[in-house]
């Protein structure tokens, strides 16, 4: 089975899938951490986030690696390079959307994570998992909240690094990643035919979870009664 969770920065895709593929015992695939390696290695080499060719060479060349943990986020390596920290720093967090823009860019990911999720059990998410990446997955999910509560909380996960931004700065790049992401012509951010809509603003990750081992184990049952 495949879950699909898309959905803008700072819906809590991250946490709830990570605690789904926990629940539901399947692989964990944040496709959001292989585009921000990619960003991190562009910056690191000076390569440009409008430089769509180069970054595209980049994405084929030094494919990112996810290493799952049974605890916690899984590991992320690019060129030889432990970032799992690295990829979540604000100058990364800037560029990462125009970075992520480029269909060359785009082709090559998503072709690494369809290899990736074909085979076995996972719970993958995004911004286009259930549109480009695996439009047939089981159960899709386009999980969202307001802007406002989305720089709440991107706020405080800043904070819990040590660095401190106003709120009106976090809601503004927010805003910024949110055009960006859906107004890209490769890939724009955009709900899934056939997805679940989840508002998350006044829900906790363990109640969206909830909500999605429901769907998912509702689509196990179908499946089996083959009444889907």
Excluded: C, N
């Amino acid at each position: 089975m495949i879950v699909a969770i898309d959905g803008p920065a700072g819906a809590g895709k991250s946490t709830v899938a990570r605690a789904l593929a926990r629940r539901l015992g399947v692989a964990h695939l944040d496709t959001g951490a292989m585009y921000r390696a990619l960003t991190w290695l562009a910056i690191s080499r000076g390569v440009r986030p409008d430089a769509g060719e180069e970054l595209a060479a980049l994405a084929r060349e030094h494919p990112a690696v996810l290493e799952p943990r049974a605890e916690g986020p899984g590991r992320v390596w690019i060129a030889g390079r432990q970032v799992t920290e690295a990829i979540r720093a604000p100058e990364v967090t800037a560029l990462v959307s125009e970075v992520s823009a480029h269909p060359g860019v785009r082709a090559a990911m998503v072709e690494a994570q369809r290899a990736l999720m074909s085979e076995g059990d996972w719970v993958s998410e995004g911004r286009d998992v259930g549109t480009a990446v695996w439009p047939a997955a089981a159960v899709k999910v386009f999980l969202t909240a307001s802007p406002e509560e989305r720089a709440r909380r991107r706020r405080e996960e800043l904070r819990a690094q040590g660095i401190e931004l106003s709120y009106e700065d976090v809601l503004a790049d927010v805003l910024r990643r949110d055009r960006l992401d859906s107004t890209r012509e490769a890939s724009p951010l955009q709900i899934a035919d056939g997805a679940v809509v989840i508002d998350s603003s006044a829900l906790d990750a363990e109640a969206v979870v909830d909500l999605v081992a429901r769907l998912a184990a509702e689509t196990r049952a179908a499946e089996r009664t083959g009444s889907r």
